[in-house]
């Protein structure tokens, strides 16, 4: 049995995979806040000044700890989503080189469609010349 692949066709972007991707980084970004504010021994040290482990940590509140990991996750998450923009503000999406040569082949097909064109007219009000050249004789 001969199986043959199918024609790619070219698509502007690409498409809803766009949106997916950007849906799996915002849920991984978010479980890795999680799991850093809830399970890590450098997110208490940071915030509280000890370690988890250490018998001192048994003075602040469950409560307080809780609030300050939701704060830790909410701000550490914004830190990412600022760097996120701010690099996708400075990468263009598509670089110069490429809008360069796009601008260039539209004016080639500008042009050349309107010399296709001239050449068209040129040839037709040769012929109607022509046509009355006989009439005329």
């Given at each position: 049995m001969l199986h043959q692949?199918?024609?790619?066709y070219r698509a502007a972007d690409i498409g809803s995979w766009f949106h997916i991707l950007r849906f799996i980084s915002v849920v991984s970004v978010t479980t890795n806040c999680v799991f850093s504010a809830f399970y890590s021994?450098?997110?208490d040290r940071?915030?509280?000044?000890?370690?988890?482990d250490i018998d001192a940590s048994r003075e602040i509140e469950d409560k307080q700890k809780?609030?300050?990991r939701l704060i830790f996750i909410?701000?550490?998450?914004?830190v990412v989503y600022v760097v996120t923009i701010a690099?996708?503000?400075a990468i263009p999406d598509i670089p110069q080189q490429v809008k360069v040569?796009?601008?260039?082949?539209?004016f080639l097909e500008k042009v050349?469609?309107?010399?296709?064109?001239l050449q068209l007219l040129n040839s037709k009000l040769r012929l109607l010349s022509k046509k009355k050249q006989k009439n005329i004789e």
């Amino acid at each position: 049995m001969l199986h043959q692949r199918s024609p790619g066709y070219r698509a502007a972007d690409i498409g809803s995979w766009f949106h997916i991707l950007r849906f799996i980084s915002v849920v991984s970004v978010t479980t890795n806040c999680v799991f850093s504010a809830f399970y890590s021994v450098a997110v208490d040290r940071w915030m509280f000044g000890y370690a988890s482990d250490i018998d001192a940590s048994r003075e602040i509140e469950d409560k307080q700890k809780t609030y300050a990991r939701l704060i830790f996750i909410f701000v550490w998450h914004m830190v990412v989503y600022v760097v996120t923009i701010a690099i996708s503000y400075a990468i263009p999406d598509i670089p110069q080189q490429v809008k360069v040569a796009q601008a260039r082949q539209d004016f080639l097909e500008k042009v050349g469609f309107a010399t296709s064109f001239l050449q068209l007219l040129n040839s037709k009000l040769r012929l109607l010349s022509k046509k009355k050249q006989k009439n005329i004789e």
